[in-house]
């Protein structure tokens, strides 16, 4: 997809962080925007945003949990711009501690966000946009997924995060095989970034009613919601550039897309390991404070 104007995107988590600039940039781009969050006066900003840029916008309020709720969203975006080109599946949530401490809440909540909103949005939506690429050859459409760096390590004490990001890129690389196989030209990237100023780490603020558990947050909890909250609001690479990276991706079809590339490193000692069939190597070989802060703060009476 080399040009943006007059097309039109699907957003998911448009009402912060990646989402909401996914939306500014599109609609600097010239794109029509169909924004969806849970959150209503975050995705009424996000609107009122790309609208005083000049895109034309419709938002709704959507759990990507509920796949009756994302099939609503696809055929409102139908009935209001006709054609669907390019698709975001970026509502996210972060959970973290020991994985055993983690309850079926917890599992349900964050499987239901990460993992289910983009399994409904690749089952609503491709079918969708393959249609209109068989009734228009000159049909351009694009699917971005949004994992994470976590969906190619593993991170101790984010268990239920980590499992969530991996299944998106397993998805998504089978989503481009699959649209391969029958010779679609629909493009296909998967987003892993890495430490970036959202608002992931204030996942606990927006969690449903259904979904909170009943027991208080363990120490490992606390302790893995304070590390987080200090590495994302210290990350240096803002949404804006990695809104940025995705969309020149899109341009040159590259499927994956990588905020911080240098923490690729990371994710060749994890395959060595695997190759060489040795056990998983220390993740905080380069960074001992960190594990000395972990286990001391695990220790603490």
Aim: charged content about 20%; aromatic content about 6%.
């Amino acid at each position: 997809m080399q040009s943006f104007a007059e097309k039109t995107a699907v957003i998911t988590g448009a009402g912060s962080g990646l989402g909401r600039e996914f939306a500014l940039l599109g609609a600097k781009l010239g794109m029509r925007l169909v924004l969806a969050d849970v959150q209503q006066d975050a995705l009424k900003q996000t609107e009122a945003s790309a609208i005083s840029l000049g895109a034309e916008v419709m938002s709704q309020v959507c759990d990507v949990r509920h796949g009756d709720e994302v099939e609503s969203l696809a055929q409102a975006a139908l009935s209001r711009f006709g054609a669907i080109h390019l698709v975001f599946n970026n509502a996210g949530v972060g959970s973290g501690g020991l994985i055993w401490e983690s309850t079926q809440h917890d599992w349900e909540w964050v499987l239901g966000v990460n993992l289910w909103g983009v399994i409904h949005g690749v089952r609503v939506f491709t079918p969708i946009m393959l249609a209109s690429e068989k009734a228009d050859p000159t049909f351009q459409g694009h699917i971005v997924n949004t994992a994470s760096m976590a969906g190619l390590l593993t991170p101790p004490a984010m268990g239920v995060y980590n499992v969530s990001k991996h299944a998106v890129v397993a998805l998504t690389e089978t989503l481009y095989h699959d649209l391969s196989l029958i010779e679609s030209s629909l493009g296909v990237s998967v987003l892993c970034p890495y430490f970036v100023p959202t608002g992931i780490s204030q996942s606990e603020s927006v969690r449903p009613l259904d979904a909170r558990p009943a027991e208080p947050a363990t120490r490992s909890q606390q302790l893995s919601q304070a590390m987080l909250e200090k590495a994302v609001t210290s990350g240096k690479v803002s949404a804006a550039e990695v809104a940025q990276m995705t969309f020149d991706a899109i341009r040159a079809r590259q499927f994956y897309i990588y905020s911080h590339p240098q923490a690729l490193g990371n994710v060749e000692r994890r395959m060595q390991d695997i190759l060489q069939v040795r056990n998983p190597s220390d993740p905080y070989e380069q960074a001992p404070k960190l594990r000395d802060q972990w286990r001391a703060g695990l220790r603490e009476d």
